[in-house]
C-alpha cells in the first residue's frame, strides 16, 4: 500500500458528513482494472443539486481563455463539465447581479473603476457571467481567495445558478500569490482547510452543491499526501491534482509518479479526483484515469488550442481548426462577447502560419473578423453586425493610430503654414527693398532736375573752378 493509502478514511475524526457506500459497477468500465466491482466504496454523498466528477473529461480553469463563449464551445464538442476562470472573492463582493435581456445571460457587474478615476462616463465591468441555459447543469464556479469569510460572501452570490465550487489553490503567479491565494495555500494547509469547511457547510450543504479544490503536487510524495489527506477530511466531493509542482513551468513535462497515491487517498476518503497536466485529448484522458486509478481528467491547454479534443473518436474526433473556429465565433458573437477576447481565443485557435493569422488580429470588429476569414454567410455577417452595433464597434473609433497620423497630418499642415508665412514674408522684404530704391532714385532725379533748373550743380561747379 502507497504511503497515502494508510491514511485510513474511516477513522477521521474532522470528516463534515456521513459516507454513503456505491459498488463500482456505477462507474464506467474503463475503470474496473482498478477497483473489484464487489467492492463497496466509500463515496462523499454528492448533494442533490452537485455533480459527481467521476468518469469525466472536462475544461480546466483558464483565466482569459476559459470564458464564456470557450466553455459553451467545449460543451458543443462533448465536455462533461467545465470549469469558469478563477474569480477573485473580493472581486464579486458587492457586484449588482443583472440579466442580459438580449442573451439570457446572468451578469455580475460593477462600475470600472478606470473611467470614474479619468473622470470619464462610468461603464460599467462585467466581472462574471454565466449561460444559464447553456452551461449551468455543467458548469464549476472556480474562487481565488485567501480567507473563509469572503469566500463564503462571493461563492453564495453564484452558487444557486451552478453545479460546483473549486478552490484555486495551484495558481503560481504573483498576482494570486501575493494575495495568499493560488498556491500560496499549500504552504497554509490549515488555512485552506478553513477555506473549504466553511464553503462546505455555509454555501454547499445550503446550495446542494458540492465542494472541490485544485492543487499542485508538493515537493516529495510525503508531503502531498499529507495535504491531500487533509483535504479530504473537509466535506468536499473532489479535488484536482494537476501534476506539477509550485516552480514547475507549464511547458515541463507533467510528473505523474504521485498520481496513483493521490488517487488512492482519495479514493479511501470517497472524494473523486481528477488528473490534470498534458492531457490532449478524451480518450487518452480516460486512459490516463484507468492507468493510474484516477476518476477522470482536466484539460486545459490542448483545449485552449482546439476545444474539438473532448469530442470521442466515434463521434468524429479532433475537428480542422477552421470549423471549430468558425464556431467559436458563432457562440462569441450569440453572448456578445468582446472583441479583444474574441480575437486572443482565434489567436490560440489559429495555426500562427495561417495567412489569415495577422489579419484577425488587426480585425477591429466582428464584421471584420469574418471578412478576413473569408466567411461569407449571410446570416453571421447579420450577427456580426448586431453584435458590432451593441458593442459600439460599428462607429469609427479613434485608435492611438489614428491619433498619431492626425499628429503627423497636423505637423506638416503647421510646417507648410509657417514655410508660406516665411516666403510671404521674404517676398514682402524684396518689394519693401525695390520700392526703398526706386524712391531713393526718384529722390536723385528729383535732385538733379532742380539742380539743373537752378543753372549749376554744387558739386560740378567746384570740379569746373579746378579744371579752369
Ligand atoms: C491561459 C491559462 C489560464 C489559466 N488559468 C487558471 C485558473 O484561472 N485557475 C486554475 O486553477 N488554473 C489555471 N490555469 C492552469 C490550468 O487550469 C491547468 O492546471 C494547467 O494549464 C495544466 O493543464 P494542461 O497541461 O492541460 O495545460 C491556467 C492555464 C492557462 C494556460
Known sequence: MSVAAGHALWSQPLLRRPLSFVTTTRFPTIFSTTMSTSTPVPHVPIPAKGVDYRGKVVLAPMVRSGELPSRLLALKYGADLVWGPETVDRSMIGTEQKVNPRTGCLEWTRPSNNQAAQGMPVKESIIFRIDPKRESSQFIYQIGTSNP??????????APYVRGIDVNAGCPKPFSTSGGMGAALLRTPDLLCSILTALVEKVGTPNEIGISVKIR?????????????????TGITGLTIHCRTTPMRPRERAIREQ???IGDICRNHGVACLMNGDVTSREEGLALAQEYGIDGAMIATAAEANSSVFRSKEDGGVAPWQDVVKEYIQLAMSVENKCGNTKFLLSQLMPGR????????????YVEILAVLDITDVEMISKAKEADNILGLDVPRVTKADIKRQHKQ???????KHQAKQAKRALEAGNNQK????????????????AGNAGFDGI?????????
Do not use: F, W
Open 410 to 416: 497636423q505637423e506638416k499642415e503647421n510646417q507648410q
Open 217 to 233: 503536487l508538493l515537493e516529495t510524495p510525503e508531503a502531498t499526501s499529507a495535504l491531500v489527506n487533509q483535504l479530504c477530511k
Open 354 to 365: 495561417s495567412p489569415a493569422y495577422q489579419g484577425v488580429q488587426m480585425a477591429r470588429s
Open 435 to 450: 520700392r526703398r530704391a526706386s524712391q531713393e532714385r526718384s529722390k536723385k532725379q528729383k535732385a538733379e532736375i532742380a
Open 149 to 158: 469569510d469572503t469566500a463564503v460572501q462571493a461563492a453564495s452570490l453564484v
Open 259 to 261: 498520481l496513483r497515491m
Open 460 to 468: 560740378g561747379q567746384g570740379a569746373m573752378a579746378l579744371a579752369a
